[in-house]
Each structure stands twice: as structure tokens, then as C-alpha cells.
């Protein structure tokens, strides 16, 4: 039997590569939607008005909470890829672990004694990776409510939407 040949190997190779990229391809679809979304709104006057209202509606909420500074921005942007970084070592620990699991079954050694202690070294990495995604994800919220750059970016797209509209109520 070859690696290359079995399939149960690379459903393995696919989940691993799955739980990997499960955070980047996340943060690709966030950073692309509003464009997305914007561009989705043109389609029509109506949906360009409501999109411009959406947007303005959003605005002045971050407008009512207190401007971060570049550097406390800055900052709070290094704890989420500290964060993140943390919690990618902390799955690729529990797969270690899961992977040595495995092999101990797979040889036939005798581990029913030993399966608590098992379990608490494999769900440990696994709450600590998901307390600290939570934490992660609230941070993120935290700064984007109060980041100047998402404010400008905010910004840049009303204007944007609201020149596109005037262009088309006028045509």
C-alpha cells in the first residue's frame, strides 16, 4: 500500500489542508465582500440607495464610538495575527497529538487505561484553540468599531456609491 494510492490518506491531507486555510480563505471573503456588495448594489437605483443608506447607517454607529489611534490600531492588529498565529500552533499541537493517538491504535498497544489521559491531552489544545479564537474574533470586532482606516474606507465607499447614483438619477 502507497501513500500516494490510498484514499483514506488523502482525505487526510485534504481535512488538514482544510482546517489550515479555513482562516485565510475567511479573512479573503471579509476583505472582498464590500466590494462585492457594492458592486452588487449598482445593478439598480433602488438597490444603489439602499446599499448607501446601509452604509450610512454603519457610519454613524462607528461615528458614535471613540477613534482608536494609529498606534493603539496598530497594536490591536498585532494581537489578532498573534492571536491567530497561536491559535494555528496550538491545531497543528492537537494534530501531533491526534496523529500519535492514532498511531498508538493502529500498532495495537493496549490504551484503555490510558484513555483519559488522552482525551484531556487532546481536548486540551482544542479548547484553548477555540477560547482563543473567540478572543481573536472579539478583538477584531473591537478594532474594526474603532479603526480610522475602516472609517476612511467606509467613507471612500459612500462617496463612491453616492456619485455613482447621482450619475444614474440624472441619466
Same mark, same amino acid.
Given at each position: 500500500?502507497?501513500?500516494?494510492?490510498?484514499?483514506?490518506?488523502?482525505? /487526510?491531507?485534504?481535512?488538514?489542508?482544510?482546517?489550515?486555510?479555513?482562516? !485565510?480563505?475567511?479573512?479573503?471573503?471579509?476583505?472582498?465582500?464590500?466590494?462585492?456588495?457594492?458592486?452588487?448594489?449598482?445593478?439598480?437605483?433602488?438597490?444603489?440607495?439602499?446599499?448607501?443608506?446601509?452604509?450610512?447607517?454603519?457610519?454613524?454607529?462607528?461615528?458614535?464610538?471613540?477613534?482608536?489611534?494609529?498606534?493603539?490600531?496598530?497594536?490591536?492588529?498585532?494581537?489578532?495575527?498573534?492571536?491567530?498565529?497561536?491559535?494555528?500552533?496550538?491545531?497543528?499541537?492537537?494534530?501531533? /497529538?491526534?496523529?500519535?493517538?492514532?498511531?498508538? %491504535?493502529? %500498532?495495537?498497544?493496549?490504551?484503555? !487505561?490510558?484513555? !483519559?489521559?488522552?482525551?484531556?491531552?487532546?481536548?486540551? !489544545?482544542?479548547?484553548? /484553540?477555540?477560547?482563543?479564537? %473567540?478572543?481573536?474574533?472579539?478583538?477584531?470586532? /473591537?478594532? %474594526?468599531?474603532?479603526?480610522?482606516?475602516?472609517?476612511?474606507?467606509?467613507?471612500?465607499?459612500?462617496?463612491?456609491?453616492?456619485?455613482?447614483?447621482?450619475?444614474?438619477?440624472?441619466?
Amino acid at each position: 500500500m502507497t501513500i500516494h494510492h490510498d484514499l483514506g490518506w488523502w482525505g /487526510f491531507v485534504l481535512g488538514i489542508a482544510a482546517l489550515v486555510l479555513t482562516y !485565510p480563505i475567511s479573512l479573503l471573503a471579509n476583505l472582498t465582500s464590500p466590494a462585492i456588495k457594492n458592486w452588487w448594489a449598482e445593478r439598480s437605483v433602488a438597490s444603489l440607495q439602499k446599499r448607501i443608506r446601509k452604509l450610512e447607517q454603519q457610519l454613524a454607529e462607528y461615528d458614535t464610538r471613540e477613534m482608536l489611534t494609529e498606534g493603539m490600531d496598530r497594536l490591536l492588529v498585532g494581537v489578532e495575527v498573534l492571536g491567530f498565529l497561536t491559535s494555528m500552533t496550538l491545531m497543528l499541537v492537537d494534530l501531533a /497529538f491526534l496523529t500519535g493517538a492514532m498511531q498508538l %491504535v493502529l %500498532v495495537n498497544v493496549m490504551i484503555l !487505561p490510558k484513555v !483519559p489521559l488522552l482525551t484531556l491531552i487532546i481536548a486540551t !489544545p482544542i479548547l484553548a /484553540f477555540l477560547l482563543l479564537l %473567540v478572543i481573536v474574533i472579539r478583538v477584531t470586532r /473591537f478594532r %474594526v468599531k474603532h479603526s480610522p482606516w475602516d472609517r476612511e474606507q467606509l467613507r471612500s465607499s459612500l462617496a463612491q456609491l453616492t456619485k455613482k447614483a447621482n450619475q444614474k438619477s440624472s441619466a
